[in-house]
């Protein structure tokens, strides 16, 4: 009879402590603080980042020259008969190669025709 007078009188204690335990384990915290750079300038190499297995430096730049054969990043017209590559990300069969009609316009998947 007294393990039945125990258990019965510390129900609720055991129940709260319960529930005191639940609610603390959905809460987080971190002892770490996210902080993202507010400019390129701010961002550095630090000495526990891996190296390349180039085995060259990151370097940090601010403008990223035009790719090659793009007349230094000028607008470039589409002509009738060019041939384009639509890739879509994430969606495989949604990317295709595409040929320029007499019009200028090229037909697509989902969005119809594009001028």
Known sequence: MDVFHFAKS???TICVLLGSLAISACTSTSSTTSSSPTSVDALQLTSSS???SGG???Q????LPAPQNTQNGNEQPLSPNDVLEV???QVDNLNRI???DAGGQISLPLIGTVT
């Open 10 to 12: 510390y129900t609720g």
């Open 50 to 52: 891996a190296p390349l």
């Open 56 to 58: 060259g430096a990151l």
């Open 60 to 63: 940090v730049v601010k403008e």
């Open 87 to 89: 890739n879509v990300f």
């Open 98 to 100: 595409v040929q320029v």
